[in-house]
C-alpha cells in the first residue's frame, strides 16, 4: 500500500497478520485490494482509521494470542469509537460466534474467501457488525496482484483451500475447498516479481503439491516457473506426502532451479495413530517415498512437522515417533502439542493426554531434534555452497546472510560489492543446530 498522506478519500488502515506464510500472502492481498479502493497504511493503531487483524484458528495458543490483543483494541475502541476495527481469516471462519460474543465491539468479521468485499463491508459496518464468512469454492484471488514487500524472496499462492480433512485440522473448515491457481496467472504474476528483481519465489498452498489445473499438475508447474528469466530458485510449501508423486519427484531431481528441500510433515511415527489421524499414509510409505526423494535428489533437506499428544497416544506411540525422527534424521522440525479444535473430526474423540505428558514429549522431541540439527549442519563443515545473499546479518558488523540451496542460514563476512540479491559461493567453517558460520570460497 502506499505512504501517501491520510484525507477522508485516503482512510488511514493498519493490518495485523497472525499464524502462517499463507496468512501474510493473503494479508498482502488484503493490502492490494485495499489500496485500490484508496486506502493507505497507517504506521500504528494509534494513527489508523481501520484496524484489521489476519487470523489464525490452528491451535488454542494460536486463537489466545489474537484474543488478548482483541482485549487491548477494546480499550482502543472505547477511547476512539470511530476506529473501525475488523477481524479476519480462519478465526473469523472458525468461530465467529464465540468471538463475536468476546468482542461485540467488532465492526467487520470477514472469512478468507471475502477479502474482496473488504472495502464495502468496511464501508457499511455501522450500528450492526458487516459479517461475511461464506466459503467460495471458485474464489482464488487470481486477478489481484499482491502487494509484495521487497527483498529477494517472494511468497506466491498457488493453491488454496485443503480436502485432506485429518481428524485434528481446522484447515478444511476455515479455508475451504482445495482450488489452484492458473498457471497462465502465475507465469504473469512470477515473471512481474522477476521483472523487479526477485531472484526466488515460494508457491505457496496447504497442500501446495495437490496442485492441478487442467493437465497441469504441481511437477509440470513448477517446470513451467523455472522458465522465467531471472528467478534462479523455486521452493514450495507445505506439500503432504500423500501427493508427493513421482512427477513432482522428477521434476524436482532434474530442474536445477527446484532447490533440493522438501517438507514433509509425518505427524506421527505410530500407524494406530496416523490412522486415528486420518493422515492417509502409513509409517512404511513414508518411510519409503523418504527413500525415493534422497535417492532421486541427492543431498535434499528433508524437514517435517509433528504433533505430541494427540487422543490416544500412548508412551510406545510417542516412542516410535522418537525412533521414525532417528530414522530419518530431519534437518528441521515444527513439533507442536495436539490441540482440540471445535468442528473437526477429532473433536468428539476428546483429549486423553494430560498437558503434563504432551508438555514432557514436546519438551524431549525438541532436545532431540536440535541434536539432531546440530549433527547434520556439522556434517557439512568443509563443504560449499551457494548462498543467495539476503542482507545484511543480524548479528556481527560486515556480515551478510543468506540461504543455502537446502534452506539453511548461511552466514559469513560480506567482500566488496556483494550485495542482496547475488549468489556466492561460501564454504562452511563452523555450525550451530540453526546457522552456518561460512567464508567466501
Ligand atoms: N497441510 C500441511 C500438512 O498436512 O502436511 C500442514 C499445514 S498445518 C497449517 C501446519 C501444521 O500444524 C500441521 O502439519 C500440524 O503439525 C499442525 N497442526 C494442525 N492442526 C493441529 C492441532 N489441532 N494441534 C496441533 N497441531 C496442529
Ligand atoms: Fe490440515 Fe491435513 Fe489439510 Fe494439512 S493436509 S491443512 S494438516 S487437513
Redesign the pocket.
Known amino acids: 500500500m502506499s505512504d501517501r498522506a491520510p484525507n477522508a478519500a485516503h482512510p488511514r488502515v493498519y493490518l495485523e497478520t497472525y499464524g ?1 506464510q499463507m496468512n501474510v500472502a493473503d494479508s498482502q492481498t488484503v493490502s492490494a485490494v485495499l489500496r485500490r479502493a484508496g486506502y493507505v497504511t497507517a504506521d500504528g493503531v494509534e494513527d489508523a482509521d481501520v484496524v484489521l487483524l489476519n487470523t489464525c484458528a ?2 488454542e495458543h494460536a486463537e489466545e494470542k489474537v484474543l488478548h490483543r482483541l482485549r487491548e483494541l477494546a480499550r482502543l475502541k472505547n477511547s476512539r469509537p470511530e476506529v473501525k476495527i475488523g477481524l479476519l481469516g480462519c478465526m473469523a471462519q472458525h468461530n465467529r460466534g464465540a468471538i463475536m460474543e468476546k468482542a461485540a465491539f467488532l465492526d467487520v468479521v470477514a472469512g478468507p474467501d471475502s477479502y474482496r468485499r473488504l472495502p464495502e463491508m468496511i464501508g457499511s459496518a455501522g450500528f450492526d457488525p458487516s459479517i461475511d464468512v461464506r466459503l467460495d469454492r471458485a474464489e482464488t484471488y487470481a486477478d489481484i496482484t499482491p502487494d509484495y514487500g521487497g527483498g529477494v524472496r517472494a511468497y506466491v499462492t498457488a493453491m488454496r483451500g ?1 480436502d ?1 480433512f ?1 481428524a ?4 478444511p473448515y476455515t479455508r475451504g475447498r482445495e482450488r489452484s491457481i492458473p498457471p497462465a496467472d502465475l507465469m504473469r504474476e512470477v515473471g512481474e516479481l522477476a521483472a523487479r528483481g526477485v531472484k526466488e519465489v515460494v508457491l505457496l498452498g ?2 501446495v503439491n495437490a496442485y492441478r489445473f487442467g493437465e497441469t499438475d504441481f511437477g509440470a508447474l513448477l517446470k513451467m516457473i523455472a522458465t522465467i528469466n531471472g528467478i534462479e530458485r523455486i521452493r514450495f510449501t ?3 506426502p500423500s501427493d508427493t508423486t513421482e512427477s513432482l519427484i522428477e521434476a524436482m531431481a532434474t530442474e536445477s532451479k527446484v532447490m533440493p528441500q522438501l517438507h514433509l ?1 509425518i ?1 506421527s511415527g505410530s500407524d494406530r495413530i496416523l490412522a486415528a489421524m486420518e493422515r492417509g499414509y502409513t509409517v512404511a510409505e513414508y518411510l519409503d517415498l523418504v527413500a525415493r526423494v534422497r535417492s532421486a535428489i541427492p543431498g535434499v533437506a528433508i524437514s517435517t ?3 505430541v499428544g494427540f487422543h490416544g497416544e500412548e508412551d510406545s506411540d510417542f516412542e516410535a515417533t522418537t525412533a521414525i525422527m532417528r530414522e530419518v534424521g530431519y534437518d528441521s522440525a ?1 513439533m ?6 471445535e468442528h ?1 473430526r477429532a473433536f468428539r474423540l476428546g483429549d486423553s493426554v494430560s498437558e503434563e505428558d504432551k508438555g514432557r514429549r514436546l519438551i524431549a522431541l525438541i532436545a532431540l531434534q536440535e541434536e539432531m540439527s546440530l549433527a547434520r549442519n556439522r556434517a557439512m563443515i568443509g563443504r560449499e555452497f551457494a548462498v543467495l545473499v539476503e542482507g545484511a546479518a543480524r548479528r556481527g558488523r560486515g556480515m551478510v546472510s543468506g540461504k543455502t540451496p537446502q534452506f539453511k542460514t548461511a552466514i559469513f563476512a560480506g567482500a566488496e560489492g556483494v550485495r542482496a540479491g547475488d549468489t556466492v559461493n561460501v564454504r562452511v567453517d563452523s555450525a550451530t543446530g540453526h546457522s552456518l558460520m561460512c567464508s567466501i570460497a
Not at 336 to 341: E, I, L, N, T
Open positions: 502462517c490452528i491451535r485443503c485432506k485429518c485434528f485440522c481446522v484447515v496447504q497442500t507445505s506439500p503432504h510433515p505427524q512437522d509433528i504433533i515444527f507442536f502439542k495436539y490441540s482440540v479444535r473437526t
